[in-house]
């Protein structure tokens, strides 16, 4: 059985004036006279458009009305993954937190710190492929050990491959993220209809 990851409780005020401004704005937009999550069927997943969990906590902590809206409680999550992988609970299972527009009553929210998903997964990717580039390495050379008579005087380093292959990474990277844009771009009504 595999363990579930950690995750470090760092709740953002969440009293009862958040949860009846939770209420109110469920009867609003759902006609659900709640403040409870219920039987969850989606999970909603952003990128935090800045560098760090203080940063994302800082904008979620506070009750004040959205820039965008204009409404009451303020924007949150329920859990938010920080640059270096912890997962941080903000806000309890138990209540709903607004963060999508439309799935509020149904939906978890998960914020990852960074700047775009082609950017994150580009770093987490790099960092798995150099450890396991390392643990590799390390197991050939046990391997073959005794097999070359003499052994090599220095290990050889592929730096033509490398550079390229880092090049292609980095191309892949800048076009995935591109994408992204141009997708993000587009009104959510017509592409949620196409689905």
Request: glycine residues 8%; contains cysteine.
């Amino acid at each position: 059985m595999i363990a579930a990851p950690p995750i470090v409780h760092d709740p953002i005020p969440f009293g009862t004036r958040r949860i009846a401004e939770t209420r109110a704005y469920a009867v609003r937009h759902y006609g659900l006279h709640r403040a409870r999550l219920i039987a969850p069927k989606v999970i909603v997943e952003h990128m935090t458009e800045n560098s760090s969990f203080s940063a994302t906590f800082n904008t979620f902590a506070p009750d004040v009305a959205d820039p965008e809206l204009h409404e009451l409680p303020a924007t949150c999550a329920h859990f938010v993954i920080d640059p270096g992988g912890r997962i941080h609970q903000l806000v309890s299972l138990r209540w709903i937190c607004r963060h999508t527009v439309g799935l509020n009553w149904t939906a978890i929210g998960i914020e990852h710190v960074g700047f775009s998903e082609a950017g994150v997964l580009g770093v987490v990717g790099l960092a798995t492929g150099a450890v396991s580039g390392a643990v590799l390495s390390v197991a050939l050379v046990d391997v073959l050990s005794g097999v070359f008579d003499p052994p090599p005087e220095v290990v050889a380093v592929p730096w033509g491959y490398l550079v390229t292959l880092v090049s292609v990474i980095a191309v892949a990277l800048l076009a995935v993220g591109a994408a992204g844009v141009v997708l993000a771009r587009r009104p959510a009504t017509p592409v949620l209809r196409e689905m």
